[in-house]
Antibody, heavy 123, light 110 residues
Framework: QLQLQESGPGLVKPSETLSLTCTVS??????????WGWIRQPPGKGLEWIGS???????YYNPSLKSRVTISVDTSKNQFSLKLSSVTAADTAVYYC???????????????WGQGTLVTVSS | QSVLTQPPSVSGAPGQRVTISCTGS?????????VHWYQQLPGTAPKLLIY???NRPSGVPDRFSGSKSGTSASLAITGLQAEDEADYYC??????????FGGGTKLTVL
């Protein structure tokens, strides 16, 4: 059974870079059948797609975040990572990683999801 | 404000049927992009409920169904149960090159 687990600092200072890693177990991140995505949810608010990556390194980003986001993949560790630069309090959220079927790429659904990790931006 | 509009809340008594709408535009749902639905129980990650407008993943009860018409989609829940109380989100894609989520709907079982 495929599982995803987010990890990284729970507290980041304003203007710094948020860095998170998603570790995939029970399956290979190098599967040609899937993209791997990041989604976030501010406390008490809705979901926002951040971006998705294919095992080859091909990426799609939310246009509203594109200038600050970098998503990378490490197939040797079965992990993919998120970096969000110049963070502010508005970036405080639970960050989820999830899998997307490859066909039609980012048009597709996310399943399964990791449990999520709360990142707070504060000095 | 989300590009995909959902009612903030809906409610129903046990055993009843409720529907949750997801209204988009000609650049997303109306352009033919599929709609997917998620259930988020309190304090947990979203769970896929419906994919490709009307398909249920294995393990999702057939009390849950999805449909799409024009620039809108709907999630229907029949035989409402207490454990259905959760937040529900629709998801689609926009020609601005972005995956989109609706603002979410809180379902209360009376």
């Amino acid at each position: 059974q495929l599982q995803l687990q987010e990890s990284g600092p729970g507290l980041v200072k304003p203007s710094e870079t948020l860095s998170l890693t998603c570790t995939v177990s029970g399956g290979s991140i190098s599967s040609s059948s899937y993209y791997w995505g990041w989604i976030r949810q501010p406390p008490g608010k809705g979901l926002e797609w951040i971006g998705s990556i294919y095992y080859s390194g091909s990426t799609y980003y939310n246009p509203s975040l594109k200038s600050r986001v970098t998503i990378s993949v490490d197939t040797s560790k079965n992990q993919f990572s998120l970096k969000l630069s110049s963070v502010t309090a508005a970036d405080t959220a639970v960050y989820y990683c999830a899998r997307q079927p490859e066909i039609a790429a980012v048009e597709n659904w996310f399943d399964p999801w990791g449990q999520g990790t709360l990142v707070t931006v504060s000095s | 404000q989300s590009v995909l509009t959902q009612p903030p809340s809906v409610s129903g008594a046990p055993g009843q049927r409720v529907t949750i709408s997801c209204t988009g535009s000609s650049s997303n749902i109306g352009a033919g992009y599929d709609v997917h639905w998620y259930q988020q129980l309190p304090g947990t990650a979203p769970k896929l409920l419906i994919y490709g407008n009307s398909n249920r993943p294995s393990g999702v009860p057939d009390r849950f169904s999805g449909s799409k018409s024009g620039t809108s989609a709907s999630l229907a829940i029949t035989g409402l149960q207490a454990e259905d109380e959760a937040d529900y989100y629709c998801q689609s894609y926009d020609s601005s090159l972005s995956a989109l989520f609706g603002g979410g709907t809180k379902l209360t079982v009376l």
